[in-house]
Nanobody, 121 residues
Framework: QVQLVESGGGSVQAGGSLRLSCAAS????????AGWFRQAPGKEREFVAA????????NYKDSVKGRFTISRDNAKNTMYLQMTSLKPEDTAVYFC??????????????WGQGTQVTVSS
């Protein structure tokens, strides 16, 4: 029901920062839990971060804790991933995802097309 579009990816040097955005349409975004996933070449898609419908609960992959911050602005129907201190191993296509609120979210039904993040050493 909801459509998701990621933006903000790009190429940066190690130690740099990027802010990814996920714009939602076609539904009331505040009704959805949401999250970020990533997939590197030859690797399985992996969980990065999640946020509850209200923004009151978050969860992170261990390797990004302290470096990445997930947030959302329901009035703007947008979710964000602020990434700092980027490392080459963060290189991947990043996807946003959403599903009806019901924290914690085990499965996400709605996905964006992905945005490329490349971190050079």
């Amino acid at each position: 029901q909801v459509q998701l579009v990621e933006s903000g990816g790009g190429s940066v040097q190690a130690g740099g920062s990027l802010r990814l955005s996920c714009a939602a349409s076609g539904g009331i975004f505040s009704s959805y839990d949401a999250g970020w996933f990533r997939q590197a070449p030859g690797k399985e898609r992996e969980f990065v971060a999640a946020i509850s419908w209200s923004g009151g609960r978050t969860n992170y992959k261990d390797s990004v804790k302290g470096r990445f911050t997930i947030s959302r602005d329901n009035a703007k129907n947008t979710m964000y991933l602020q990434m700092t201190s980027l490392k080459p191993e963060d290189t991947a296509v990043y996807f946003c995802a959403a599903d009806r609120a019901g924290w914690p979210t085990a499965l996400y039904r709605y996905w964006g097309q992905g945005t490329q993040v490349t971190v050079s050493s």
